[in-house]
């Protein structure tokens, strides 16, 4: 593919744009400067700079980011910054989406692609992603709290109870409890209606794919193969 066309396809702008940046000596390609355009390389495995920033050739983008409080998961957002504001403009200029939303004042694991199957996958509650949240609560937890979780409560819209996948208390006031949906503010009215109050929230998993401690809040990074693949159902799972 031509490096110009490659430029285009990783967000680097219109294609008029991208052969700028090459005959203007900004790219490397496979650690060789190229002021070619229409230069021909292998996307395999392909390594390249522009303004000696580091990519890495992806047909399409999948990622993950340690939201920070004060964020919104909007493309529009109308009382805090987006989140897309987090990532670099190459990864907005291509459309990557957020799957799935959280509150401005919640942390923690969210993804990013611009791959239509994988959000579809990701996103609908026909596939029932479990996700994982460390819940801070006001009061101290107690058995009947996890148990009516377990359970299931019932919420002011909701035709039927809904119960947490899982919910472990790990200390007085926190709890790690397991959704296989996304309703709006639903960890949030569960707690409230089993008779506690969430003080702060942290999505901590999505699926097998667990938030990596050196992922520092307000940082992004690629899925490599292996959290791809955590991020798929299990066997048991799949055939519920």
């Not at 052969?19 to 390594?47: M, Q, W």
């Not at 209606?193 to 999505?206: M, S, Y």
Request: glycine share 8%; proline share 7%; net charge neutral.
């Amino acid at each position: 593919m031509q490096i110009e066309r490659i430029l285009h396809s990783q967000g680097f702008g219109a294609r008029k744009l991208c052969r700028i940046l090459v005959r203007h000596h900004e790219v490397t390609v496979n650690g060789e400067p190229c002021d070619d355009p229409f230069a021909d390389f292998s996307t395999d495995n392909l390594r390249f700079t522009v303004k000696g920033e580091p990519w890495e050739y992806r047909e399409k983008a999948h990622l993950m980011l340690n939201k920070p409080a004060g964020y919104e998961c909007s493309l529009k957002p109308a009382h805090h910054p987006g989140v897309h504001a987090l990532l670099p403009m190459p990864l907005r200029e291509r459309g990557v989406q957020n799957i799935g939303r959280l509150d401005e004042d919640t942390t923690g694991l969210l993804l990013f692609s611009d791959d239509g199957q994988f959000i579809h996958r990701m996103g609908s509650p026909k596939w029932k992603v479990p996700k994982v949240y460390e819940v801070t609560l006001k009061h101290a937890a107690d058995e009947k709290l996890v148990a009516a979780l377990l359970q299931g409560v019932q919420l002011n819209d909701e035709p039927a109870p809904i119960a947490a996948l899982g919910c472990e208390a790990i200390s007085e006031r926190l709890l790690h409890l397991t959704l296989g949906e996304g309703k709006y503010h639903q960890v949030k009215r569960m707690v409230a209606a089993a008779g506690n109050r969430v003080e702060a929230l942290k999505r901590i998993a999505i699926g097998r794919l667990a938030l990596p401690k050196d992922l520092p809040e307000g940082q992004w990074r690629w899925l490599s193969p292996a959290d791809l693949e955590a991020l798929l159902p299990t066997r048991e799972a799949a055939t519920k």
